[in-house]
């Protein structure tokens, strides 16, 4: 009987050893096929993930940004060509305007000279007479509107409850608006009766009327009903403008009638 289990414990140790061997054959066989020299360090590993995560993400911000700036950037454009199309049209009537006007004062200076022809429409000389006179600097042509931009110094000078939160730029894009208002008007004051619509003679007669007063005569001007945009709007911001710029000399204002008269002021 202990023979019996002298033998088995024999057998169990043999067994032991060689599973012990194999398990030793098998790390062996691992090491050659990885050597220690060729497996990075992890720590760096997780540095260098670190480090790309870090570009992605500055990457995403700087994405995220320029994504935001677009619909701004589409606003200045819309502005600036708003903002052209304004002159272009100013300078184009201008142009046009200039001639016919000289045209016109030759014809009442010599009208009495001219021989009638089978082209002169009846009635011709009565339809002169139903327009008003045009102003004595009409004569001379016309002058553009002042644009008197106000600068960073004069903005800066303002009490801050005047000044609010008001931005040169949105201040001096108003002042664009008010010079095209005058603009406006001062086609209306020089454009004759057969090149103005039914609707629109009706309101020429009027700022006809407003532009002979003693006030406002030789000034350009815009009335308050006039203020549409799209600078300047007559909401409070609008209103905190309109004072800014009356305070810095920019404007005048007058009444005429129901009206209220603003006159662009030039510089010094």
Not at 171 to 182: E, F, G, K, L, T
Request: net charge positive; proline share 5%.
């Amino acid at each position: 009987m202990a023979a019996d289990q002298a033998s088995s414990s024999l057998d169990s140790l043999i067994s032991s050893f060689n599973t012990r061997i194999a398990e030793l054959q098998e790390l062996v066989i691992g090491r050659n096929m990885y050597p220690a020299s060729s497996i990075a360090d992890l720590s760096a590993v997780d540095t260098s993930l670190k480090a790309m995560e870090l570009q992605v993400q500055s990457i995403k911000d700087r994405l995220r940004e320029e994504t935001e700036a677009i619909p701004k950037a589409k606003k200045l454009i819309q502005a600036s060509l708003r903002q052209q199309k304004k002159l272009q049209s100013m300078s184009l009537h201008i142009t046009s305007c200039l001639p016919e006007r000289t045209i016109s004062v030759n014809f009442d200076a010599n009208k009495s000279f001219l021989p009638e022809g089978p082209n002169q429409q009846p009635g011709f000389g009565s339809k002169i007479e139903e327009e008003p006179a045009p102003l004595p600097k009409e004569k001379k042509g016309r002058a553009s509107p002042p644009l008197w931009y106000i600068t960073v110094n004069e903005l800066d000078s303002l009490p801050s409850y005047m000044r609010g939160r008001l931005t040169l730029d949105k201040v001096n894009a108003a002042i664009s608006d008010m010079a095209a208002y005058a603009e406006a008007n001062a086609q209306l004051i020089g454009a004759s009766k057969k090149k103005l619509a039914e609707n629109l003679w009706e309101r020429a007669l009027e700022i006809r009327d407003i532009a002979m007063t003693e006030l406002v005569k030789g000034k350009h001007f815009f009335l308050e009903t006039d203020i549409k945009g799209p600078s300047l709007k007559l909401d409070n911001t609008g209103k905190s403008i309109l004072t800014v710029v009356r305070h810095l000399g920019r404007i005048s204002e007058t009444r005429v009638g129901h009206n209220r008269v603003i006159i662009l002021l030039k510089p010094h």
